[in-house]
């Protein structure tokens, strides 16, 4: 789909007064147990109104089908291992790799770890699931665009089809065990100090009993493959399919008293980051019946919401990165591995995969140690690899444990309710009407006595997990003396905090984001809304003041080197879209300046694999310079790095430096992963944009893009600032739109206000929902 005009979507948003009477429509539900209605407002956001709990779930299933149906479909089948029944032999070998990170434990145990309730609820969720799923067979509606090109048809959910997937939680540092221990195979592990920022302050080993020189380099092709979405081949995939860098995934938050806002009330504000698509990953809703009320977003094919209010409280949440899973490496013999001085048998299961065209399903095995699946067999070297990961762990499913949160009502019970909660390990921050703030580091994070969780393990009994640290062993703050609480997924252990033991982790994510936000929240002494939504959408890259310093030393005696020094010494440090100097800085800190320094400071043999290093480290030797990469070759990489970086702005924009911006490098567009099967037609139903966008993985306003097209890939597609007690002023948005039907107008009508850096109000109280309605649906039980 082409831009809408801005200029006329943000004067429907201007527009306050609704129609005197929206049309609506009636129809029968099989399985609603009384009347409801679904109030669906000019920005499709569905306020359902039920006369029980059970029934506001069972339409949640219900309308999540309507608006999102293709989207939850093949997140279900892509998690259950299914999508060879659908789409044929290519997709036999993701399929079983699925299968390996399925919840295979007690169920009785699963669902008593997201507290009372989630059984119940999430049963109602996908019985209004399957309803419309059965009007849609019963030849009631039609079947969705998206199955039509696909050849597929949705299928029935069963409850624990919700909980039993977990490759969809965000994964965490076994890539880099990996990477660290070839590291140190190929040149020591002294020649990984470049691979990734370790924080706090830690010197890791590599642990005994382990030969890095063990770990092949396609060991996580299963756990890369069971966890990644899914693919269809065409002359569009390039454009369909978005590869990020684990560090693009993040989010911002932050909880300000009303001691330090204009109003007077807290501001609780949410910006998750992820990878992009059309549809958006997060959907909104808003939910009434008796005693029941919450409002917010969440995953689509989760039941309730994660980030969003009830009425009293508020919450929302950032990935804390602890360390929740490890590789372990074990001697074997034949079907059986060492462990404690035994052979032990691997436990095996054989399953039935259905293919597309073929008339017998095709069995694969799976294959499983004491700590979690096999990843990996070498016989002719004796060894064998697998994962263990708090996925395997009753409680665990991602973002389900918002089901204890989202309905209590005080602190307490909030902090109570995160007690349990699994994956992915967040920081969850909190607001209430009565004035109250805080911040809790919830998550399952294993406790490892004598190692710290950096690199592989040997499998043979001397490196096991001890318990779970308890939410007391977390840190956790209740009414902060300085009035507000941030995070943006950066080192935030408290000082003090004894992390030499606890082990939580040591793998954060750059803290620019975070200086930024505590830096204008710092100097704001009376927040407003608008100031909060003005910080989520600020292109401001911080680590640009840093560079500057280190630049200044640079004798410009090159044309190019002078007009590139001289343009980012005028550069206001903003990524904003047209801005020049940002083209230059962004091109020459992703591509250019890493690559540099790694070619100096890191042992040939190591330098394919630290590739352009972390940029955290990076800055960190260029700012302390020693044998590794001393003064003089600090400058050298500076000055052929900036070069290299002008070059390419010049060869992609021009000669002229006043063509340049970065928006003309930096530009969203989404496209969906069906474009590659559409016809040239319907492709551009399934496109979004391209548009000119500002912001940096490194900025608050979080816009992370690919290095071979500049594209954006990752960033909050769903933005929430919320007034706490006066809910209505609240304001959010989604981006490209509510809806996952293409040939809907809500499925890209968000995208330009989105691009720019724009909300739209998120109502919540009946005559607020009321004004804005531009569609009723009045739902009966079918006799």
Request: hydrophobic share 40%.
């Amino acid at each position: 789909m082409k831009l809408t005009a801005l200029a006329a979507l943000t004067a429907l948003v201007a527009t306050t007064a609704a129609a005197a009477t929206p049309p609506g429509e009636t129809h029968a539900v099989a399985g609603l147990a009384k009347a409801a209605e679904i109030r669906i407002d000019r920005w499709g956001v569905s306020h359902i109104y039920a006369a029980s709990v059970r029934d506001a779930f069972f339409l949640q299933g219900y309308n999540v089908a309507r608006d999102r149906l293709w989207q939850v479909d093949l997140w279900r089948k892509r998690g259950l291992g299914l999508l060879a029944k659908d789409f044929g032999p290519d997709y036999v070998a993701q399929d079983r790799a699925a299968r390996l990170f399925l919840y295979r434990g007690d169920m009785a145990a699963e669902w008593a770890s997201y507290g009372a309730g989630a059984k119940d609820n999430t049963e109602a969720f996908t019985a209004g699931f399957n309803s419309y799923v059965a009007e849609i067979r019963a030849g009631k509606r039609p079947l969705p665009m998206e199955f039509q090109i696909a050849g597929s048809a949705p299928d029935l959910w069963k409850p624990e089809d919700v909980v039993r997937i977990r490759s969809h939680g965000l994964t965490r540092n076994v890539p880099n065990e990996v990477g660290r221990a070839r590291i140190a195979c190929a040149a020591g592990l002294e020649a990984a100090r470049l691979y990734k920022n370790l924080e706090p302050k830690w010197e890791t080993k590599v642990p005994d009993g382990l030969d890095p020189c063990d770990i092949p380099a396609d060991v996580l092709d299963d756990y890369q493959l069971g966890s990644t979405g899914v693919k269809f081949t065409g002359a569009a995939a390039k454009t369909a399919m978005l590869d990020i860098p684990p560090e693009a995934v993040g989010s911002n938050n932050w909880t300000v008293a009303g001691s330090r806002t204009a109003s007077g009330r807290p501001i609780l504000a949410n910006d998750p980051h992820r990878e992009h698509g059309a549809p958006s990953l997060r959907y909104i809703v808003h939910m009434e019946a008796p005693g029941f009320s919450v409002i917010g977003a969440g995953e689509p094919s989760l039941p309730g919401v994660s980030i969003g209010h009830n009425g009293t409280i508020a919450f929302g949440l950032t990935i804390f990165p602890a360390d929740q899973e490890d590789l372990y490496v074990y001697e074997t013999k034949g079907e059986a591995y060492r462990y404690k001085g035994a052979w032990e048998p691997m436990r095996t299961v054989v399953e039935d995969i259905a293919v597309k065209g073929e008339a017998q399903p095709r069995k694969v095995t799976l294959k499983f140690t004491r700590h979690g699946p096999v990843l990996k067999e070498d016989a002719a070297k004796g060894r064998a690899f697998a994962l263990r990961s708090v996925w395997g762990e009753p409680g665990t499913s991602a973002y389900f444990g918002s089901m204890g949160y989202m309905t209590t009502k005080t602190w307490e019970g909030f902090k109570g309710s995160l007690a349990n909660w699994g994956a992915p390990s967040e920081n969850q921050v909190y607001a209430d009407t009565k004035g109250d703030i805080g911040w809790v580091a919830a998550g399952k994070v294993p406790g490892r006595p004598g190692w710290d969780g950096l690199m592989p393990v040997p499998g043979d009994g001397r490196y096991e997990w001890k318990g779970f640290l308890s939410i007391d062993e977390l840190p956790n703050a209740h009414n902060p003396k300085a009035g507000w609480f941030a995070s943006a997924n950066q080192l935030n252990l408290p000082e003090g905090y004894p992390y030499k033991e606890r082990k939580v982790g040591f793998e954060w994510s750059n803290n620019a984001r975070m200086a930024r936000i505590s830096e204008v929240l710092a100097a704001t002494p009376k927040l407003t809304l608008a100031d909060a939504m003005a910080l989520q959408t600020d292109p401001y890259d911080i680590t640009s003041r840093r560079m500057l310093v280190l630049l200044a030393g640079l004798k410009p005696d090159d044309p190019k080197l002078a007009a590139a020094l001289d343009m980012l010494k005028a550069w206001d440090h903003r990524t904003a879209a047209d801005s020049a100097g940002a083209a230059l800085y962004e091109v020459w800190m992703a591509k250019h300046l890493g690559k540099a320094v790694v070619a100096r400071a890191t042992p040939p043999a190591a330098r394919a694999l630290v590739g352009n290093g972390d940029i955290a480290a990076v800055m960190a030797l260029l700012e302390s310079p020693d044998a590794t990469l001393d003064a003089a070759a600090r400058d050298a990489a500076l000055r052929e790095s900036l070069l290299a970086a002008y070059d390419e702005v010049a060869g992609k924009l021009g000669p002229d430096p006043k063509d340049w911006t970065w928006g003309k490098l930096h530009q969203a567009q989404f496209t969906h992963i069906l474009a590659p099967l559409a016809k040239p037609a319907q492709r551009a139903d399934l496109t979004v944009g391209p548009a000119p966008m500002a912001g940096t993985s490194l900025s608050p306003l979080a816009a992370s893009w690919r290095p071979e097209d500049y594209r954006v890939t990752a960033g909050a597609s769903f933005r929430m600032v919320l007034d706490v007690g006066a809910w209505d002023n609240s304001r959010v948005i989604n981006t490209p739109g509510q809806s996952g039907d293409p040939t809907s107008p809500h499925f890209d009508d968000l995208f330009p206000l989105w691009v720019t850096g724009q909300y739209v109000p998120l109502s919540y109280s009946r005559p607020a929902v009321e004004a804005v309605t531009e569609r009723v649906l009045t739902l009966t039980p079918a006799p």
